[in-house]
């Protein structure tokens, strides 16, 4: 690898891509969903993995999905390109909502969705403990091992708190702020380098 290569991607991560852990996208991707993207890692087992972008905010309204919950306001997510018209969401309240699953470091998945209603309409489910998303991030068996191997991703920790309080836009430069000082000067390289 010559020194620009070095300079823009990715080092070898020691963290496993397991649940509760995220991928931060190398400042170069250019894919639409994924550039600069931070990924929380739902699942990763032999038949592939699972994850949310968590920095992906929509247009949409709570509303838009279900009229019913008329004086909520919580921002929905795009969770990535994988059946788009599904709901997904995480959450900090662990077995008050039943069916939901633990991810890693207070972080929890799904939930009985009935039971999540009541809870948004009362305000006990709000921006700081509870997030919505559209879609899901999938990849095959070992597609994303392949990926992290070819430096598109690199590893790195999440606690709930950075997800609920760390404003969307922010995450990234957030995350990678985390990674390091080997990591500073990717904050610096402009999203279109062509244009700079």
Known sequence: MNDIDSFFHVRPSKIPPSSGKILLAEPLMQDPYFSRSVILIVDNNETG????????PTDFSIQDLDPTLVNAKTTIYWGGPVEEGSLFFIHT???LIPDSHAVANGIYCGGNWEIIKEMIDDNILNEQNFRLFLGYSGWTEKQLDDEINRKSWVVSQIDSKMIFETPSKELWNASVTKLGNQYVHW??????PEFN
């Open 49 to 56: 993995a699972f994850g949310l972008i968590l920095n992906n």
């Open 93 to 95: 309240l662990g077995n």
């Open 187 to 192: 904050m610096h390289i402009p999203e279109s």
